[in-house]
């Protein structure tokens, strides 16, 4: 079974500075996506950046890059200039298709801070 | 375009009883999928639905059961409530399957009491 492992259940940054939230997943295939997700308080589950495993470039959104090491099954969330609306629960998160369809294996999640 | 819709946004139940929760899809989205998030843990996958059918089910008890209709919507069921079953559900809808994004309502919280 695949697991998704977030070792910092809290992090915090300053308010323009630059953040790294870590993530590590167990899997034993080859084809696969991963994905950050944010939480705020309204509890809404947001995308905010994804990553196929078949590319070996890392994937960018604005502010919000990772560092995809698909040997090390590692996935990282680097957040650039952070801002005040970033603080929120972050979950990294892993998905394979299969013919009988899908599914979502979260983290623990980070909860991230971000102080003025 | 109104994303997934939920209802209810609250619930309070007593063990023991049921309780049915709602999703609308996405407009454009034929797939359901729905999660259980206890309080300060990540989302545990329920089941998926696809054309009417559960397609695939998550390390979840009987208790738990499903149904998606022909307009798409979902719900889930909840059959002799325990207080464990206390938890934000969520619901989230992508069209088809493939490499579609999934996009996920505001959730259910249901505590039982």
């Known amino acids: 079974a695949q697991t998704v492992t977030q070792s910092q259940p809290e992090m915090s940054v300053q308010e323009a500075e630059t953040v790294t939230l870590s993530c590590t997943y167990d899997t034993s295939e080859s084809d696969y996506y991963l994905f950050w997700y944010k939480q705020p308080p309204s509890r809404q589950m947001i995308l905010v950046i994804r990553q196929e495993a078949y590319k070996q470039q890392n994937a960018t959104e604005n502010r919000f890059s990772v560092n995809f090491q698909k040997a090390a099954k590692s996935f990282s969330l680097k957040i650039s200039d952070s801002q005040l609306g970033d603080a929120a629960m972050y979950f990294c998160a892993y998905r394979r298709e299969e013919t009988s369809g899908s599914r979502l294996t979260f983290g623990e999640g980070t909860q991230l801070t971000v102080n003025p | 375009d109104a994303g997934v819709t939920q209802s209810p946004t609250h619930l309070i139940k007593t063990r023991g009883q049921q309780v049915t929760l709602r999703c609308s899809p996405k407009?454009?989205?034929?797939?359901v999928s729905w999660y259980q998030q206890a309080l300060g843990q990540g989302p545990q996958f329920i089941f998926q639905y696809y054309e009417e059918e559960e397609r695939q089910r998550g390390n979840f008890p009987d208790r738990f059961s499903g149904h998606q209709f022909p307009n798409y919507s979902s719900e889930l069921n909840v059959n002799a409530l325990l207080l464990g079953d206390s938890a934000l559900y969520l619901c989230?809808?992508?069209?088809?399957?493939?490499?579609?994004?999934?996009?996920f309502g505001q959730g259910t919280r249901l505590t039982v009491v």
């Open positions: 407009s454009g989205h034929d797939t």
């Open positions: 989230a809808s992508r069209r088809g399957q493939g490499s579609a994004e999934a996009f």
